[in-house]
């Protein structure tokens, strides 16, 4: 069932105890990873265990073209995979430009908490995640391949003039709050498909793709991960709500700071999810299409069309 925001916030304002556990993922296939998550959260468990198998559902299934295994590969022919995640304590941990492992976003958690540091990119992170036992998998499906053979026909040049396309992108990115009112996020991504070869996009990057601070809230970005860094738009999020602005109305607010700072924006396509201490969510995006997947308190998992500026 698709609902429209403004009913579901309306509802949850009205509502003064803390709502609790809740999940929200971006886009249709959030849907099954909230269940997963929903699993962990249901059984009293943390946060950030379930905001990490959530998304590894998307990891997984090779008919997601946007994320993980079967994910659309970079132009040439690579898939390249970012993520992150955060728990309660602010700690947090990233890979980008990860190549040949299937759950990026469980080495971002080996990073964050074997490590001292907070992103490993590349060939780097490869070895990390082969020395801490991660397999080396052929990430590039049938699927995927076929399509990347159709984009080089019908792009002939696009190498040589190296244009850059903002179709096909899909991140899931994850948040929740646990039973103790704990909150946690992930995200995770092979990227906007077709890129040039190591770009990294928003998705890894702390405060841009997401962004927790367990007094207030959390949130995550999905579109062109390049206006969503120039606005450092997660963190942007969780400081309106700070500031007292509901996770809708943050959303908001950071989507017209994205349109602000990106000239072109009417032709770019960027949204947010955010969900508050309260157990409140809210969604935003600059083009109509975007939704997200909220497991509420009172177990509805259900798809939300969020708002949108056009
Ligand atoms: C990126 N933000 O790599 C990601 C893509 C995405 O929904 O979100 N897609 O720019």
Redo the contacts with the bound molecule.
């Keep these: 069932m698709t609902v429209q925001a403004s009913h579901l916030v309306s509802q949850t304002l009205e509502n003064t105890a803390p709502l609790r556990p809740v999940v929200l993922s971006?886009?249709r296939h959030g849907l099954a990873a909230n269940a997963e998550a929903w699993k962990i959260l249901s059984s009293g468990g943390r946060a950030l265990d379930a905001v990490e198998q959530g998304v590894r559902i998307c990891e997984s299934d090779p008919n997601n073209l946007?994320v993980g295994y079967g994910g659309l590969p970079d132009r040439e022919g690579n898939v390249t995979l970012?993520a992150c995640i955060m728990d309660e304590t602010g700690d947090c941990g990233s890979v980008a430009f990860l190549q040949h492992i299937e759950h990026p976003v469980s080495v971002a958690r080996r990073v964050m908490e074997a490590t001292p540091h907070v992103m490993l990119v590349g060939e780097g992170a490869l070895k990390f995640a082969v020395v801490n036992g991660f397999k080396k998998k052929d990430l590039l499906t049938n699927k995927a391949k076929k399509e990347w053979e159709k984009w080089q026909a019908d792009h002939p040049d696009a190498i040589k003039d190296r244009q850059v396309n903002i179709e096909?992108?899909?991140?899931?990115?994850l948040v929740a709050i646990d039973n103790k009112g704990n909150m946690s996020g992930a995200?995770t991504?092979?990227?906007?498909a077709w890129?040039l070869n190591g770009?990294?996009?928003?998705?890894p990057i702390i405060g841009a793709?997401l962004y927790v601070d367990n007094e207030i809230g959390a949130a995550s970005?999905?579109?062109?991960?390049?206006?969503?860094i120039r606005a450092v738009g997660s963190f942007l999020v969780v400081e309106l709500m700070r500031q007292g602005h509901s996770p809708q109305n943050a959303c908001r607010l950071a989507t017209e700071r994205v349109i602000r700072k990106n000239p072109g924006w009417q032709k770019l396509?960027?949204?947010f999810i955010a969900l508050d201490k309260m157990g409140r969510v809210g969604g935003y995006s600059i083009q109509p299409g975007f939704d997200y997947a909220v497991y509420d308190h009172a177990g509805r998992n259900r798809m939300v069309q969020a708002k949108s500026r056009l």
């Design positions: 971006t886009w946007s970012d096909n992108h899909d991140t899931i990115g995200c991504t092979s990227g906007m890129k770009r990294v996009g928003d998705s793709g970005a999905t579109g062109v991960g390049e206006a969503v396509q960027v949204g």
